[in-house]
């Protein structure tokens, strides 16, 4: 199979909260967070984004790079649901203009669901050259007030163009998965805020990796010297540096601090600063490595973890296509980052507890400073998005 990502495309909100600020606020030692758990800053969604405006605003700059006839699929991951449902990904068709002679579905297994997606559409695009899936992972993380998980809040979404010959990342065969059912982060339908036992969670991940890792390590007779870089889910950064310690360690190689940050560290930049962006964080990680990474990649294997509570998780890995970086939107990406506005630690509580009316009636909500499209309102219990002109 030649098929792999052929673009790449990040966005999340226009605010954020520093994490020094929380951590003032809570009575916590703010190192805590930007040392222990290794964030800067939390991206927080006003009262009009949510996981599709997010997830087209990420898209919409990709439009520009293909014929919209040749997207023949839409996948859209989240764990962030609107809707028990009419996909997510059917609304962002709509305000993309996207051919109606697309396949469109929404996936969920949290954080694994854009892995998942990925690689269903670059198994179908491998056998349909020509054509090009749209894959979205896009997510809101949030945790009560107050809680352990807060500090670890954030929201982003990666698209990505799919296709056979692609011009970013070829996908390897080569796969290592683990299944298990497990209860270390969950989301009843009840809840805006997700449940978590997290040092159990950690614990989790930290498994589920090796365990990936070998069986990927078995089928392909691959050893951490045939990767550049790797990339790892980020439910926050530090989280990395124990997974790819693990890994080394599984394979008997060094884990000094140096060797760990030499593999992975191009690749936290910017969920440092969003938070975590559950199923897109894999995919944020690419993004901020394959911009800020100054060396060149191309023809370099690159490895990526993915992790989904509940527990799924996957180790892959993906060849640097020649030219790489003429596809990049590098410099977008930067701007969106450096432009965004600072919020009060008030000004984020009062965000956090508004809540979507559920009564049926008509709401236009306040109008916040947005990407390319707004959650307007609802009313009749049916959203209503709209173009920010
Ligand atoms: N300065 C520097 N580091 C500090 C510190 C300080 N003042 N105070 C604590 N730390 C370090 C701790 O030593 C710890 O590092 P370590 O894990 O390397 O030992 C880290 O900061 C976190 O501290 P800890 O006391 O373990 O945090 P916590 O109990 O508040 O919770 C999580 C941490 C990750 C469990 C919590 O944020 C969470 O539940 N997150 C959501 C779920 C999640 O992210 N799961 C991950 C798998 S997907």
Redesign the pocket.
Known sequence: MNAGIDAISFYTSRYYLDLKTLGHARG??????????GQEKMGVVPPDEDIVTLGASAAKPLMDRTRMEDIELLLFATESGIDQSKAAGLFVHGLLGLSPRCRVVELKE??YAGTAALRLAASLMARTPGKKALVIASDI?R?ELG??????QGCGAVAMLVCANPAILALDEEAGFHAEDVM??WRPNYRDE?L????Y??R??LQTAVNCWTQYGERSGRKPEDFARFCY?L??T??AR?AHAQILRASGGPTDAETVARGIQEGLGYNRVTG?TYSASLYEGLASLLDGCEADLAGHRLGFFS???GSMGEFFSGVVQPGYQQHLLTQHHRKLLESRTELSFQAYEDIFNLKVPTDGWDYVFAQYCTGPYRFGGVGGHKRRYEEVS
């Open positions: 916590v030692d703010p190192a805590k967070y930007t040392k222990g758990l949290a954080c993380a945790y809680s352990p998980g807060e500090p670890t270390d982060f997700a978590v036992d997290g040092k969670s950690t989790v991940y889910h439910p926050f530090q989280m124990k975590n992790y989904g509570s």
